[in-house]
Each structure stands twice: as structure tokens, then as C-alpha cells.
């Protein structure tokens, strides 16, 4: 199959994301708070460092829609193989949330994201703001051929981590709608489940607009 190490490195790189981070939420559950919400952050910063050095020279490193689309609405990636990216981190996410409800039960949501309160208003706006930093960094540090050589996977790890730890309370600080579709679709607990696919996506489309007025249109990563 036409493009399958790709597809494969993203189905992996999504499902040792989920499996890990997810992972930390339940066991600090658990465990009675032996992780800690800093050492759940910390966690979800160091798994993606450590995937974006392992697999983002097979498939790029997306491991979320939302960064796949923004890569093909700012001409880095192909039209084609976005849904087939997408489905391959979805079904990533939700084998890894299978996988944990099977090994550990049905404990802490299964790592699910909601909004603290109910508060889908202020959890949309948040999210919206998280995923375009997140975004910005990727630009910034893993696009722009102007940043510092190899140290991408260091500042989008950071910036992951400094996210999860500032606004995952109110938030769970998702900025990932398949690392909330894993837990939400295997736990069958959809409360406000639309917003993590809106507000990433959003965040992210806003980061190319501003990341492209910062780049003369992105061609001064080209160069």
C-alpha cells in the first residue's frame, strides 16, 4: 500500500502518545495522586519529544488533525493523504484507549478531556488559544528552515507540557481532537466532546494565518 510506513508511523506515534499520557491520568487515579497533574504534564511533553525524534523523519510527526490540517492548508502537506492521516491517528487513539480500559478498568474517565464545570465557553476559548501556540512552535521551530537545526522536538515537547500543566485543569488541555476521541468513544462519555475537535482545529488554522503574515506567506521557510 502507497504511502503505508507513513500511515503506520502515524498510527504507532498516536497511540504511544495516547496509551502514555492517557496512561499517566489513570494510574495517578490509581494510585492516589502518586503522578501528580505536573507529572501527567511532563509526560505528555516528554512523549512527544520523544515520538517527534523517533518518527518525525518517516511521517512528519503529526499525530493529531489538527496539525494535519493546518500542514496542508499552509502548502507542507497533500491534499490526498490528510483523511487517510486522520483516520490512521484516530484508530491509534482509540486501540490505545481500548488497550488501557482493558489493562486498568474503567478508572479517571479513562484520561477523557471536559470542560472544568461544565464550562464549554471558557474550555473552547482556552483550547483555541493552547493549539495555536502549539502550533505557532511547530511552525517556528519544525518548519521554518531559519530556526536552529534539531530542536524541534525539545520546544514542541516543552510547549506541551507548559500547556498541560497551566490549563489542564479547567481545560484538560487536549489540543488534540483524536487524543480526546480515544477516551471519549471507548468510555462512551461525550460531554462536550464537539469543542475538542472545534477549538484545535480553529487554533490551528489561526496559527497559519498569523505564522503565514510572519513568513512573507510561508515562503521564507522555504528558503
Same mark, same amino acid.
Given at each position: 500500500m502507497k504511502h503505508s510506513r507513513e500511515l503506520l508511523a502515524e498510527f504507532i506515534g498516536? &497511540?504511544?502518545? $495516547?496509551?502514555?499520557?492517557?496512561?499517566? /491520568?489513570?494510574v495517578d487515579k490509581l494510585s492516589n495522586g502518586a503522578i501528580t497533574h505536573l507529572g501527567?504534564?511532563? /509526560? &505528555?511533553?516528554? /512523549?512527544?519529544?520523544?515520538? $517527534?525524534y523517533?518518527?518525525?523523519?518517516?511521517? +512528519?510527526?503529526? @499525530? !493529531?488533525?489538527? *496539525?494535519?490540517?493546518? &500542514? #496542508?492548508?499552509?502548502?507542507? @502537506?497533500?491534499?490526498n493523504l490528510v483523511l487517510p492521516y486522520i483516520l490512521a491517528q484516530a484508530l491509534g487513539a482509540i486501540a490505545a484507549s481500548l488497550l488501557l480500559r482493558i489493562s486498568l478498568g474503567a478508572v479517571g474517565n479513562l484520561g477523557a478531556t471536559m470542560p472544568k464545570d461544565g464550562n464549554w465557553l471558557q474550555s473552547l476559548i482556552l483550547e483555541t488559544v493552547l493549539t495555536f501556540i502549539l502550533m505557532l512552535v511547530i511552525f517556528g521551530s519544525g518548519l521554518d528552515r531559519r530556526a536552529p537545526i534539531g530542536f524541534a522536538g525539545i520546544a514542541i515537547g516543552l510547549t506541551v507540557a507548559v500547556e498541560a500543566a497551566c490549563m489542564g485543569p479547567i481545560t484538560g488541555?487536549?489540543? !488534540?481532537p483524536v487524543r480526546s476521541l480515544g477516551?471519549?468513544?471507548?468510555? #462512551? !462519555?461525550?460531554?462536550?466532546?464537539? =469543542?475538542? #475537535? *472545534?477549538?484545535? $482545529? =480553529? +487554533?490551528?488554522?489561526?496559527?497559519? $494565518? *498569523?505564522?503565514?503574515h510572519l513568513s512573507n506567506d510561508f515562503s521564507d521557510l522555504k528558503n
Open positions: 498516536t &497511540f504511544v502518545l $495516547i496509551f502514555a499520557g492517557t496512561g499517566a /491520568v489513570m501527567i504534564s511532563i /509526560v &505528555f511533553g516528554a /512523549v512527544v519529544t520523544a515520538l $517527534i523517533s518518527l518525525g523523519h518517516i511521517s +512528519g510527526a503529526h @499525530f !493529531n488533525p489538527a *496539525v494535519t490540517l493546518a &500542514f #496542508w492548508r499552509s502548502g507542507f @502537506f497533500r491534499r488541555a487536549s489540543m !488534540n477516551p471519549a468513544l471507548v468510555g #462512551w !462519555n461525550w460531554s462536550h466532546h464537539w =469543542l475538542y #475537535w *472545534v477549538a484545535p $482545529i =480553529l +487554533g490551528a488554522q489561526l496559527a497559519v $494565518i *498569523v505564522y503565514g
